[in-house]
């Protein structure tokens, strides 16, 4: 086979993998699977997927980037659709679903907000500890025990802060994924979409707070020498 055969049946191959994760599907040993709402998370992610991987590749073969993208992204959608599709399992009507994600959203909102704020405090008092620490090290009047300590309290309370993020940003995906549903219903749940959209870039605003919290962290504890 020669290469140019060899390169046009691979394009073939990328061209039907992207076109199978943006047609609301996730790509599985046995094909592709579909079904409204984890169709929904799909196609989301895919779309989204397909765009960062091809922006995101140096080379000239964006197609493969784009490909890898998509079903990545398709994958995280999915899932996401998924756990819509147990939580309206739950409730008698889309209504109640709706207003019950509507109000989980902003419940999660006020929490973040309060361990962003109480995050950005400890962070503050960790930060003078350490310096203090370090100080002291230097000149000999602290030992690596202790400052072997503090970088251990600050790494937990990092990784704590981590595991928060990770939630936050699933949760994130979720409720992306309902305001899509509730988007494609046009006037007739605009009032809906209108308060979940609200709560949903107020989330990406405290996602984006904890993120940089996280990164503080990690920078505070590297200014430990030893």
């Known amino acids: 086979m020669s290469v140019q055969s060899h390169n046009l049946i691979k394009s073939r191959t990328l061209k039907v993998l992207i076109s199978c994760s943006l047609a609301s599907t996730l790509v599985i040993s046995s094909g592709c699977v579909t ?6 998370g799909a196609v989301l992610g895919a779309l989204a997927g ?10 000239k073969d964006k197609a493969k980037c784009a490909a890898i993208g998509a079903a ?8 996401a659709g998924k756990v819509v599709a147990e939580r309206q399992k739950q409730y008698a009507s889309q ?6 994600q509507i109000r989980q959203t902003a419940q999660l909102n006020q929490k973040l907000a309060g361990e962003n704020k109480s995050l950005r ?10 310096a203090s620490i370090n100080a002291s090290y230097k000149k000999g009047q602290a030992s690596s025990q202790q400052l072997m300590a503090a970088k251990s309290t600050m790494d937990q309370k990092r990784l704590n802060a981590e595991k928060q993020l990770s939630e936050a940003k699933q ?4 409720q992306q994924t309902v305001l899509a549903d509730l988007k494609k219903q046009g006037t007739a749940q605009a009032n809906r979409t209108k308060q979940l959209e ?4 107020t989330l990406q605003g405290q996602i984006n707070d904890l993120q940089q919290n996280v990164s503080m962290m ?3 504890t590297a200014t430990i020498n030893l």
């Open 50 to 59: 397909a765009g960062i991987g091809a922006l995101a590749c140096k080379g």
């Open 171 to 174: 949760e994130l995906e979720v």
């Open 218 to 220: 990690a920078s505070s």
């Open 35 to 40: 079904n409204s709402t984890e169709g929904e």
């Open 95 to 100: 209504e109640d679903f709706y207003d019950a």
């Open 72 to 79: 990545v992204g398709g994958g995280l959608g999915y899932a």
């Open 121 to 130: 405090a400890s962070i503050k008092n960790d930060q003078r500890q350490l």
């Open 198 to 201: 609200k709560q949903v870039n």
